[in-house]
Every structure is written in C-alpha cells, then in structure tokens.
C-alpha cells in the first residue's frame, strides 16, 4: 500500500499547478484522500489540512484559506486524485503530501484517520 505525490515546483505568484496522488495496493475508491502541506520551518505536527476527497460521495472538503483556489478531484481511473492549486500565492510555499483516511472530511494530521502518507512533492511560489 503506497500513496505517491508529484507534480510539484517553482511557480510565479498568480501560476497554477496540479498536483497527483496516485495510490496502489488498495481500492482508492474505498478510502478518503486528503492534501495537507508542511510549510518552510514548520514541524510534522504543524501540518495543515487543505483539502479532502471522500470515498462514498464524492463530497469535497476545504479548509477555509484555500476556498476558491483548491480544487480536489478524482481521475475516472480512480486510483488518481488531484489538487489543482490556482491563483498561487508566496504563502503557498510547502511540501504538500497526500493520505489515505478511513474518515471522510477530516483534515486533521493528527486525528489518528491517516495511515498512509506519501513522500511529499515541493511546491514553491516565487517570482
């Protein structure tokens, strides 16, 4: 079971990018699959929840800084979920990773919901 994140880099404050979760060795569809990003300087525990793709739904959940800008979606293979970030902003700049919950709509780290986590991709806003 793995989930591996990409499609991160160095974008120009007002850029977009798209980011990928591609999960194997479950049925993605099963599980909720939720972003999260590690700001410069900040600890695993200070990660923060920005978005989440439920697994029954397909409801989407955003953490309120992010509205407007985040877009959550699964690929109609299904084992792909991405993050389309818009409107790129410096305070964008993170390590974004993706993880499988069992728990729809949470974007807690630290909830004890998440037990795959990927490596992380970098994304960095800078002109």
């Known amino acids: 079971v793995q989930v591996v994140e990409s499609g991160g880099g160095l974008v120009q404050p007002g850029g977009s990018l798209r980011l990928s979760c591609v999960a194997s060795?479950?049925?993605?569809?099963?599980?909720?699959i939720s972003w999260f990003r590690q700001g410069p300087g900040k600890k695993r525990e200070e990660r923060e929840g920005v978005a989440c793709s439920s697994s029954s739904d397909g409801s989407t959940h955003y953490t309120d800084s992010v509205k407007g800008r985040f877009t959550i979606s699964r690929g109609n293979a299904g084992n792909t979920v991405y993050l389309q970030i818009d409107s790129l902003k410096p305070e964008d700049t993170a390590v974004y990773y993706c993880a499988r919950g069992k728990y729809n709509s949470d974007l807690r780290p630290l909830s004890g919901n998440f037990d795959y986590w990927g490596q992380g991709t970098q994304v960095t806003v800078s002109s």
């Open positions: 060795g479950f049925r993605s569809g099963d599980f909720a």
